[in-house]
């Protein structure tokens, strides 16, 4: 079983920057990016394979957010820019043992809060 810590989040105003990271217990996972707001169903924000070979993007996110990862550090990052309103959520950090980043994550972090304002 792996463990998740996200941190990073915070308040911006539109227009800004923001960098996720989430440190894992383990490495060989693929990791990946979720946001909630309440009321919505979770939607996968960008996810990576364990070497870093395949990326994937929501459509809502795509040429503003950059997920990249370290894995001397057993971190994933996910750099945010030019933040809109709508990017307001709880982003979640998530991890699974297989090659697609759009399959089922069997681990989950406790969320880091963001929050963009107009």
């Known amino acids: 079983q792996v463990q998740l810590v996200e941190s990073g989040g915070g308040s911006v105003q539109a227009g800004g920057s923001l960098r996720l990271s989430c440190a894992a217990s383990?490495?060989?996972?693929?990791m990946g990016w979720f946001r909630q707001t309440p009321g919505k169903e979770r939607e996968l924000v960008a996810a990576?394979?364990?070497?870093?070979?395949?990326?994937s993007y929501g459509d809502s996110v795509k040429g503003r957010f950059t997920i990249t990862r370290d894995n001397t550090k057993n971190t994933v990052y996910l750099q945010m820019n030019s933040l809109k309103p709508e990017d307001t959520a709880g982003y979640y950090c998530?991890?699974?043992?297989?090659?697609?980043?759009?399959?089922?994550?069997?681990?989950w972090g406790q969320g880091t809060q963001v929050t963009v304002s107009s």
């Open positions: 998530a991890a699974h043992a297989g090659w697609n980043t759009r399959g089922n994550y069997d681990y």
């Open positions: 990576i394979t364990w070497n870093g070979g395949s990326t």
């Open positions: 383990g490495s060989s996972y693929t």
